[in-house]
C-alpha cells in the first residue's frame, strides 16, 4: 500500500467522480482507475460503489476512510515537525476565525505580526463557532477564535480568552426605544428577536443575557451573518443583540447600549494541547498572549 493510493483514495471518497478527481491529481482518469482498483484488491473487498454519475464510498471504503485520513495526517504532521526544526521563522499557520472578527481583530493582529515575521504565511477560514470547533477536531485548523462553547471542554482543547467584544441592542428606526442611547434588556422582554442560529456561538451568549434580564427571547428569525440579522431588524421583523457592525445603515437603525445586563461576550483562541505545534505557531500563539489585546 503506496501514500499515492492513499491519496488517490482520500480525493476520489470526497470528490465522488473519477473525472474531477482525476484532474484534481493531474494524472489521468486510466491511472487514477488502475491505483484504486490496486487498493481494493490488497484491501480484498471493493470499496466504492459505482453509479451512474460518479461514486460514493460502501461501507468498506466508509471504514477504511477514518483510518487513511488520520494515517496522512499523521505523516503530513511528521513531515512538517522535521521541516520546522531548524527554521522557526518561517511556515504556515492555519487559522479560523468568526465572522465579526474579520473587519478589524484578526487583519490587525496579523498585519502587526508579520511585520516581525514576515516569513510566517497564513491559511484563513472564516466561519461560526461550531464549524471552527469542528475544523480544529479534525486537525483541518491550528489554532481557532471563537465564541465560548461545550466543545472547549474536551480534555484536549485548550482555550484562553482572547478579547471581549460589547453587544449592542439594535432596533428599527421607528421603534418606541430608537431615539434612546441606553437601554435595560428588559425593556425588551416582551418583543420578537431576530437572532443567530444554535451553530453560532453567539447564540447561547445572547440566551444566556436575556435570561439574566428574567426572560426569554421570543426569536421570530434565526439567521447566520451579522449583516444578515441588522438587514431582518431594519425590515420591522423584531430587535437583536450583535456586536458591533462598521457600515450599518443606521437610515434604517437605531443601535442602543444595553446598561444592565453587562452585554459582552468573550472571544476564545483555542488550540488542541495533543497536536505538535510548529515553531511558527508558537511564535503567533506567544505573539498573541502578549498582545496589549488581550484580557489580562
Known sequence: MEWQQLEYFQTLARVQNFTRAADELALTQSALSRSIAKLEEEMGVPLFERKVRGVVLNRYGEILLPYVNRAMQEITLAKQEIKDLDDPYNGSISLA????????????????????????????????????????????????????????????????????????????????????????????????????????????????????????????????????????????????????????????????????????????????SDRYMSPALEQFKRFIEESQKLIK
Request: aromatic fraction near 10%; include cysteine; glycine fraction near 6%.
Open 97 to 272: 476565525f468568526i465572522h465579526t472578527l474579520g473587519s478589524s481583530f484578526v487583519p490587525d493582529l496579523i498585519g502587526v505580526f508579520r511585520e516581525k515575521f514576515p516569513g510566517i504565511e497564513f491559511a484563513l477560514t472564516q466561519d461560526s463557532t461550531r464549524k471552527i470547533m469542528n475544523l480544529l477536531e479534525a486537525g483541518e485548523i491550528e489554532l481557532g477564535f471563537c465564541s465560548p462553547n461545550e466543545q472547549m471542554k474536551n480534555k484536549h482543547i485548550e482555550a484562553v480568552a482572547a478579547m471581549e467584544e460589547q453587544l449592542f441592542l439594535i432596533v428599527p428606526k421607528n421603534h418606541r426605544l430608537a431615539d434612546r442611547t441606553e437601554v435595560y434588556l428588559r425593556e425588551v422582554a416582551d418583543e420578537p428577536f431576530v437572532s443567530y442560529k444554535h451553530e453560532s456561538g453567539i447564540r447561547e451568549v445572547i440566551d444566556n443575557l436575556c435570561q439574566q434580564a428574567g426572560f426569554k427571547p421570543k426569536v421570530t428569525f434565526e439567521g447566520v451573518g451579522d449583516a444578515t440579522i441588522a438587514g431582518f431588524v431594519a425590515a420591522n421583523f423584531g430587535v437583536a443583540l450583535i456586536p458591533f457592525i462598521p457600515g450599518l445603515d443606521m437610515d434604517k437603525l437605531s443601535i442602543l447600549t444595553v446598561a444592565d445586563p453587562n452585554c459582552k461576550r468573550t472571544i476564545q483562541m483555542v488550540w488542541r
